[in-house]
């Protein structure tokens, strides 16, 4: 437990301060040799580093009809059920996202519109391996569906349970249906973001690639992203992370289900208890240790919970100063009103309010997105939204009367900033629009 009061400036930064990574150069070189090796050999680079990584020898990276249906056959009604239901709810809150084309008139005879239109092409990476998440498929699947992207790729690694063997995990398969996903493709890594980016003789190349995924996908995601021949990425993204605040009348169970709900996720993960109650910040550590015996992935888990923190504050403001500072991917308001803290809570991607309302809602099935800004990049950046499947453009149409307006006033501005050719291109209208209206007096005075 860290007293917060007890913590000069540097020591706070230090607690709040994210696991670094240490191979950063090293990662970097991995990632960029397979890139090129994709840019170079295409589908018999993406089938050799799936023999490499993930032990299956594919005939080729596209998933048949007959494996499609092979896969779906084996969900069980609930879970399809459960798909349903979560699809059902992020389709109806993506929904509500759509806006309005503008059109406005700024001066007499000046109209400006602004356009939305979709994306063209997208590429969706859903991580595999240990934990393969259809939840993904979801928040990915249904903005692009609703924003009406044109072309939507989805690349994902082989299934290497023994009755599916190179195939595709039922679950995603189904919530890409759902989805009205068709493009399939069995590939993951880094090797799969640059296949999406440059594109090979069965993939071709997506504008814009989202999804979440291990360092190496992390890595890729970021070097295409930064080359002009590449593709644009949703967000950069780390480790996953949670910050939970509580008083005293928090659940201690709860919380440490919470905390652990991350952790369970790598390594990595960080998860933060920020609390001004000692009793709770004691019972949660209590909890913490029983309900690991619980969980199958308790390792894993317990290596986040090393380079994670308790945090114990004065009062509830110094633990919302706590929370803003850090800028959480989830952030968790277990207290008494937690409402009453919403006002203040500035810095965070997404925010859980009550004890009823864990990370995993919002991860799942309550219709949020949970595809957010990590690494403390909530300060400036959005969760996933129907907006990032879009693209939004400017159109403006002046007439003659509106560049009689607006006219003058721009030669002003272009002869201000030393820019001629601006204020000819001006000049010349208004000097066609003064001699029409010459000729048009003189032939009204005939």
């Known amino acids: 437990m860290i007293v917060?009061?007890?913590?000069?400036?540097?020591?706070?930064?230090?607690?709040?301060a994210r696991p670094a990574m240490s191979n950063k150069q090293d990662l970097s070189q991995a990632v960029s040799t397979l890139i090129e090796q994709v840019k170079t050999n295409g589908d018999d680079a993406l089938l050799s580093l799936t023999e490499k990584f993930d032990g299956i020898k594919l005939d080729q990276v596209a998933l048949s009809q007959t494996?499609?249906?092979?896969?779906?056959?084996?969900?069980?009604d609930d879970t399809k059920q459960a798909i349903e239901l979560a699809y059902s709810n992020i389709l109806k809150f993506h929904q509500a996202q759509v806006s309005k084309d503008i059109e406005v008139e700024t001066s007499s005879g000046v109209l400006c519109q602004l356009i939305t239109k979709p994306i063209t092409s997208v590429g969706l990476y859903i991580p595999g391996g240990s934990a393969p998440l259809p939840s993904t498929v979801l928040m990915l699947g249904v903005p692009a569906q609703i924003a009406g992207c044109k072309r939507v790729v989805l690349c994902t690694p082989p299934d290497t349970s023994e009755n599916n063997f190179g195939g595709i995990t039922a679950e995603i398969l189904y919530?890409?249906?759902l989805c009205g996903i068709?493009?399939?493709y069995r590939v993951g890594g880094a090797?799969?973001?640059?296949?999406?980016?440059?594109g090979t003789e069965?993939?071709?190349?997506v504008d814009k690639i989202f999804g979440p995924g291990n360092s190496f996908v992390t890595e890729a995601k970021q070097q295409v992203n930064q080359d002009p021949y590449g593709a644009v990425i949703d967000m950069p993204a780390g480790p996953s992370e949670v910050l939970v605040i509580a008083d005293e009348f928090a659940n201690p169970s709860f919380i440490a289900a919470d905390l652990l709900s991350q952790a369970e996720h790598g390594p990595d993960s960080q998860v933060i208890l920020v609390c001004d109650n000692q009793d709770v910040i004691e019972q949660v550590q209590v909890q913490l240790e029983q309900q690991l015996t619980l969980l199958p992935r308790a390792d894993i888990a317990r290596k986040a919970l090393a380079h994670s923190q308790l945090i114990l504050t004065d009062n509830l403001a110094e633990s919302v100063l706590v929370s803003n500072l850090y800028a959480p991917e989830h952030l968790i308001v277990q207290t008494e009103q937690p409402r009453a803290l919403l006002p203040e809570l500035d810095n965070a991607a997404s925010i859980f309010l009550g004890a009823y309302t864990p990370e995993s809602a919002g991860d799942y099935a309550s219709g949020t997105n949970h595809v957010l800004p990590t690494y403390g990049y909530s300060k400036v950046l959005s969760s996933l939204n129907l907006a990032d499947f879009s693209r939004k453009f400017t159109v403006q149409e002046v007439s003659k009367q509106g560049m009689l307006n607006i006219g003058p006033a721009i030669m002003t501005l272009a002869s201000a900033e030393g820019l001629d050719a601006h204020k000819l291109a001006v000049k010349v209208r208004l000097d066609q629009l003064e001699t029409e209206q010459a000729s048009l007096k003189e032939n009204n005075n005939d």
């Open 4 to 16: 917060w009061q007890q913590l000069n400036e540097l020591e706070k930064q230090q607690v709040l």
């Open 67 to 76: 494996q499609f249906e092979t896969s779906i056959s084996l969900l069980t």
């Open 175 to 177: 919530a890409a249906k």
């Open 182 to 184: 068709t493009e399939i």
């Open 191 to 198: 090797q799969a973001i640059a296949a999406l980016a440059y």
């Open 202 to 205: 069965s993939i071709s190349a």
